[in-house]
C-alpha cells in the first residue's frame, strides 16, 4: 500500500487531503507538531514532527512514498516559509519520496491577470507573492538536480471543510447567523475559490497518474470562478432566507495597520480582492480525467455546515 505522508495535518487544507488519501486508500500519516491526530482523521497514523527541525522532519516521514506539504503559517509568521520548505526538500531526498504542494495565486501579483494559466508569467508585487515564487524556484531546482520530484496544484481561496482561517469563514459568512452576507470587495467581480474536497481529490488523481508527469510539474487547478453574488445567492438557498449585504471595512484595517501586523499583512493582499481573475488548465482534464467539480449551490451548503451553520437541508456539522 502507497505512504503517503501529511504536513500540517491539524490544518483546514491538511485534513481535507489526508480524509481523500484515506478514502482512497492509501496508508496516511498525520504529522503535527503534537503528534496528535484530528479526530476526523480515522485510519491515518500520527506522528509527530516540526517542519523547522529538519532532522525531526526527516524521522517522521521515514519510509513514506509521498509527501503532501500542507505546511501553511498564519500571515504574520511568512518568513518561516521557506525554512520550512528548504526542510521539507531535505526529507524528500533523505527518504526519496515524491513532493506534492499546492499553490497560490499570489505569484502573479497586481495587477491581477483576468485569466491565469499554466504559462502565465510569474511577477510578484508584494513579500508574499516573492516569498511563494522563491518556495517555488527551489522545488524547481531540486527537480531540475534530480534530487527531489515535486508535483505542484495552483489553487485560489478555500472554502469547504473544518476548522477557521479562510476567507469564507472569517469574512464571508462571518455574520450568516445573524442574517448577513459580507463581501471582502464588489460583488460583481469575478474571483477565483477552491472547493476544498474536489481540490483534494485532484491531488488523488495525479498521484495515481505519475507517469503522465515529469520531474516537475506546476498544474492549475480550476475551481470556482464566481463573484460575491453568485455566492451570497447560493448561501441564500442553503439556509432558506434572504441575506442583508454589508461589506468587509477596508478603511479600518488600513488606518489601523500601522499598528495592527496582522491587519498589515492583510492590507498587503487586498488587491486580491479588487482585481477580477481567475485559473485555467490546458492539462490537467488529460492527466487525472474529468476535473473534480461540486456545483456551486452544493458546495456551499456543504462549506457552511462544516462551519457550524444550520442548512435547510441539514444541521451545522458542528452542531
Known amino acids: 500500500m502507497t505512504k503517503i505522508a501529511i504536513l500540517g495535518a491539524n490544518g483546514r487544507l491538511g485534513r481535507v487531503v489526508a480524509k481523500a488519501?484515506?478514502?482512497?486508500?492509501?496508508?496516511?500519516?498525520?504529522?503535527?507538531?503534537?503528534?496528535?491526530?484530528?479526530?476526523?482523521?480515522?485510519?491515518?497514523?500520527?506522528?509527530?514532527?516540526?517542519?523547522?527541525?529538519?532532522?525531526?522532519l526527516i524521522r517522521a516521514t521515514q519510509g513514506v512514498d509521498i509527501i503532501f506539504n500542507g505546511l501553511n503559517p498564519i500571515y504574520t509568521d511568512?518568513?518561516?516559509?521557506?525554512?520550512m520548505a528548504e526542510n521539507v526538500m531535505a526529507a524528500c531526498h533523505a527518504n526519496g519520496t515524491l513532493h506534492l504542494f499546492p499553490g497560490t495565486v499570489y505569484?502573479?501579483?497586481?495587477?491581477?491577470?483576468?485569466?491565469?494559466?499554466e504559462d502565465t508569467p510569474f511577477?510578484?508585487?508584494?513579500?508574499?507573492?516573492?516569498?511563494?515564487?522563491?518556495?517555488?524556484?527551489?522545488?524547481?531546482?531540486?527537480?531540475?538536480?534530480?534530487?527531489?520530484?515535486?508535483?505542484l496544484l495552483r489553487a485560489g481561496d478555500f472554502f469547504g471543510g473544518t476548522g477557521s482561517g479562510s476567507w469564507f469563514d472569517l469574512v464571508v459568512a462571518a455574520k450568516m447567523n445573524k442574517g448577513t452576507y459580507t463581501a471582502p470587495g464588489p460583488v460583481d467581480l469575478v474571483h477565483e475559490w477552491a472547493y476544498l474536497p474536489d481540490f483534494a481529490k485532484a491531488f488523488v488523481g495525479l498521484t495515481g497518474n505519475l507517469d503522465k508527469l515529469g520531474a516537475y510539474e506546476s498544474l492549475n487547478f480550476p475551481g470556482h470562478p464566481v463573484t460575491d453574488l453568485?455566492?451570497?445567492?447560493?448561501?441564500?438557498?442553503?439556509?432558506?432566507?434572504?441575506?442583508?449585504?454589508?461589506?468587509?471595512?477596508?478603511?479600518?484595517?488600513?488606518?489601523?495597520?500601522?499598528?495592527?501586523?496582522?491587519?498589515?499583512?492583510?492590507?498587503?493582499?487586498?488587491?486580491?480582492?479588487?482585481?477580477?481573475?481567475?485559473?485555467a488548465s490546458a492539462r490537467l482534464e488529460g492527466i487525472i480525467g474529468t476535473i473534480p467539480h461540486t456545483p456551486l449551490d452544493?458546495?456551499?451548503?456543504e462549506a457552511l455546515r462544516d462551519i457550524g451553520i444550520a442548512t435547510v437541508h441539514g444541521a451545522s456539522k458542528a452542531a
Open 21 to 56: 488519501f484515506i478514502d482512497a486508500g492509501y496508508d496516511v500519516r498525520a504529522i503535527t507538531r503534537s503528534g496528535k491526530v484530528p479526530a476526523e482523521l480515522k485510519g491515518a497514523t500520527a506522528a509527530a514532527g516540526d517542519a523547522l527541525d529538519r532532522e525531526a
Open 78 to 83: 511568512w518568513g518561516k516559509c521557506l525554512p
Open 107 to 117: 505569484n502573479y501579483g497586481s495587477p491581477m491577470p483576468a485569466v491565469i494559466t
Open 123 to 151: 511577477h510578484p508585487t508584494t513579500e508574499k507573492g516573492r516569498i511563494r515564487t522563491a518556495m517555488e524556484d527551489l522545488f524547481r531546482r531540486e527537480a531540475d538536480a534530480g534530487r527531489v520530484r515535486t508535483i
Open 230 to 279: 453568485q455566492i451570497k445567492a447560493a448561501s441564500e438557498k442553503a439556509l432558506g432566507r434572504s441575506l442583508k449585504m454589508t461589506w468587509m471595512p477596508w478603511w479600518v484595517l488600513r488606518a489601523g495597520s500601522p499598528f495592527v501586523a496582522m491587519w498589515r499583512e492583510i492590507v498587503s493582499m487586498s488587491y486580491l480582492r479588487f482585481e477580477p481573475h481567475q485559473l
Open 298 to 301: 452544493q458546495a456551499v451548503a
